[in-house]
């Protein structure tokens, strides 16, 4: 049962077909032997019906022949006409040949005794007749004898009567279980056939209901099972559409391995590669944005991005936004260079723009724009502001350092965004501050207002 359960779908479908089928093919045995049996029965009935219909028919005529012989006789003893007594011999052996048929019949039915007859009444219809027989014979040696000398007189016929009458009783007994054997062959028959009417409308209904019962479960599994699918479907779908990844799939629920559930979870298995495969082009995309804004040694924006950048801060700028500039760059760095080899001079801008981020909010950008120079954006903040953290920024690099490299510092130059600015402008602007500090002295800040600018 449980490898039912367990089986494919085809499996699971066609073992219930099966079931179906079977059942119909056991109705259509059951149908065809009760058929058979009931056409042997009707025929046994026609076997034992009619040739006892015949015979009774015949009975009841002999019967009436009797009485008429019997009134003759009375009538012949108060001086009548004798009646001939090879008449009443011929009824005689038309009885006794009666009697021999039916007995006859009767006994063939008893011997297939095929149907349920009653075997009661069959036996009590023999036994009369055996007790007809001889008081049959009986009575025609009586007859014989009074008839001998052609006239019967009154004591005789009153001994005779009442033989005569104990005869016609038999006969009448006879008939009426004759007559009650076929009644109640013909109700059992028709019952019996009623009784299969009813039990083959059952079965066929029974088959009926396994037939809408398997069409309903197989319309059902498949409704449902393909809805589930089309859900998955839809949800890649708009995951695709979206770019976002997959929801999270719950593990695959250990399920039937049949044609459906493999295709579930070959879809399931897709989706979450799929779901994988956009969160790694996600990471990727995030990469490759680093790699093209982000400079490789120090993790500061790139010249690339500074361009960008700078072209939005203008464009803001220009509808009324604030924003100053700080450009910056190593005094003798050469000096590091030469001295201490560029691996240190590599450390030591790594360095540079690690302290420096440190001193900066979440909004300013720094950028390295090549060499050891780098540049500063910083949103909202008036010139004033962006020399004030300049000098910080100055002060924060002077400090002694702990790592063993050599000391450093910075030359810084400041200007801010002015209505109208294009980028050269700006920029040269704070260049100058920055050459001027450099010729200053170096280790200083200069703003682009002190250098005349
Ligand atoms: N280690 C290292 N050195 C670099 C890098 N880029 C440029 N340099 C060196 O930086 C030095 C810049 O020297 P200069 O332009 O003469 O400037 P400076 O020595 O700092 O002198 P001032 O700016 O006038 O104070 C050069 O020796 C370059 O080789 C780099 O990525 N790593």
């Known amino acids: 049962m449980l490898n039912?359960?367990?089986?494919?779908?085809?499996?699971?479908?066609?073992?219930?077909?099966?079931?179906?089928?079977?059942?119909?093919?056991?109705?259509?045995l059951y149908s065809v032997i009760t058929l058979q049996r009931i056409d042997g029965e009707l025929r046994e009935l026609d076997e034992l019906d009619v040739p006892l219909s015949e015979s009774m028919a015949e009975l009841e005529v002999l019967q009436l022949k009797q009485h008429l012989f019997l009134e003759q006789l009375a009538l012949a003893c108060r001086g009548g006409p004798t009646p001939s007594l090879t008449e009443f011999r011929q009824h005689k052996a038309q009885l006794n040949a009666l009697l021999g048929q039916v007995e006859k019949t009767l006994t063939a039915a008893l011997r297939q005794h095929r149907m349920r007859l009653d075997l009661q009444a069959h036996q009590a219809a023999l036994a009369s007749i055996e007790r007809l027989l001889p008081l049959s014979e009986a009575l025609e040696q009586t007859l014989t004898l009074h008839l001998q000398d052609q006239q019967m007189t009154a004591a005789e016929w009153q001994a005779f009567e009442p033989r005569a009458q104990e005869l016609d009783a038999g006969l009448e007994r006879l008939l009426a279980q004759l007559d009650s054997l076929t009644l109640s062959v013909s109700r059992y028959s028709e019952q019996h056939e009623r009784q299969f009417m009813f039990v083959n409308a059952g079965l066929g209904l029974a088959g009926l209901f396994i037939g809408i019962y398997l069409t309903v479960y197989i319309i059902e599994v498949f409704r449902r099972r393909i809805g589930?699918?089309?859900?998955?479907?839809?949800?890649?779908?708009?995951?695709?559409?979206?770019?976002?990844?997959?929801?999270?799939?719950?593990?695959?629920?250990?399920?039937?391995?049949?044609?459906?559930?493999?295709?579930?979870?070959?879809?399931?298995?897709?989706?979450?590669?799929?779901?994988?495969?956009?969160?790694?082009?996600?990471?990727?995309e995030l990469s490759l944005l680093e790699l093209a804004t982000r400079d490789k040694l120090t993790g500061a924006f790139n010249r690339h991005k500074w361009d960008e950048q700078l072209k939005v801060e203008l464009a803001l700028g220009a509808r009324g936004g604030q924003f100053s500039l700080i450009l910056l760059d190593v005094d003798h760095f050469k000096q590091i260079n030469d001295r201490h080899g560029h691996d240190v001079g590599d450390k030591v801008l790594q360095q540079l723009v690690t302290r420096l981020q440190q001193r900066l909010r979440a909004s300013d950008m720094l950028f390295r724009l090549g060499g050891e120079e780098f540049a500063i954006l910083l949103r909202q903040q008036s010139l004033a502001a962006a020399g004030q953290l300049a000098e910080s920024l100055r002060q924060q690099v002077e400090l002694p350092d702990e790592a063993g490299l050599p000391a450093y510092q910075i030359s810084l130059g400041?200007?801010?965004?002015?209505?109208?600015?294009?980028?050269?402008?700006?920029?040269?602007?704070?260049?100058?501050?920055?050459?001027?500090?450099?010729?200053?002295?170096?280790?200083?800040?200069?703003?682009s207002s002190a250098a005349g600018q």
Request: hydrophobic letters at 40%.
């Open 4 to 28: 039912w359960f367990q089986g494919s779908l085809t499996r699971k479908i066609g073992s219930l077909s099966v079931v179906l089928l079977s059942f119909l093919f056991l109705v259509i």
């Open 228 to 284: 589930r699918i089309q859900g998955q479907i839809d949800s890649l779908h708009h995951s695709l559409a979206s770019g976002e990844p997959l929801p999270v799939m719950t593990p695959p629920v250990r399920r039937a391995p049949d044609e459906l559930a493999e295709l579930e979870q070959d879809l399931r298995q897709m989706m979450q590669q799929l779901s994988q495969e956009i969160c790694n082009r996600q990471q990727v």
């Open 414 to 447: 400041v200007s801010d965004y002015r209505l109208g600015d294009n980028q050269e402008g700006l920029f040269r602007r704070a260049d100058q501050a920055l050459y001027l500090a450099k010729q200053q002295g170096r280790n200083r800040v200069v703003l």
